[in-house]
């Protein structure tokens, strides 16, 4: 025997809205057994089932058919109204988030622009800025000396190439060639 505090909040679940009703898949007990699928597919096979009972003329069949895919239209149809109502929802929200983007974007672009119309007499090149009269006070002109100016006074010696190994080597075997024939020729 079941108690009844079971029952009681098995039967409280049983009403939620779950998720997305366009794609949940439905058992719906019918007149002729249970139909099984999307609220879209057991309305069709109630509608189906209408034809029949109407080719049939059962007109008591007919309308059951009818009611119970009428029940699973409606059910559809607040579903989808549902959806369109959160899609215009998101949209809108889109819609201020775009705008408060362009709005921050023009803002931007018009402190740039005043920063540049405001700033560009203090940013000049400073080619084009009056410069300050300089006083000549040493005798060199107040250089400073520099690295160049050290090498254009004094040219450094050049330097010896080196000789590579095989020159040495072919150097040493003429020397012994020579030593050679100076003995030959003695």
Request: glycine share 6%; hydrophobic share 20%; proline share 5%.
């Amino acid at each position: 025997m079941r108690s009844s505090k079971s029952r009681s909040r098995n039967k409280n679940n049983r009403n939620r809205p779950s998720g997305n009703i366009v794609n949940r898949v439905f058992d719906s007990s019918g007149p002729e057994g249970k139909v099984r699928g999307t609220p879209q597919q057991i309305i069709d096979k109630y509608n189906q089932l209408a034809r029949d009972a109407q080719l049939a003329n059962d007109r008591v069949a007919t309308e059951n058919f009818q009611q119970h895919a009428e029940h699973y239209l409606r059910l559809l149809s607040e579903a989808q109204r549902e959806m369109d109502a959160r899609r215009e929802e998101q949209e809108r929200q889109n819609r201020e988030r775009q705008a408060e983007r362009d709005r921050e974007r023009q803002e931007r672009m018009d402190r740039q622009e005043r920063e540049s119309n405001n700033g560009g007499q203090k940013a000049q090149d400073p080619g084009e800025t009056p410069q300050p009269e300089v006083i000549d006070v040493s005798a060199d002109g107040g250089l400073v000396e520099t690295p160049e100016t050290k090498v254009a006074e004094k040219p450094k010696p050049a330097r010896k190439p080196r000789s590579s190994s095989k020159k040495k080597a072919s150097e040493a075997t003429q020397s012994a060639d020579n030593d050679g024939d100076t003995k030959a020729a003695e």
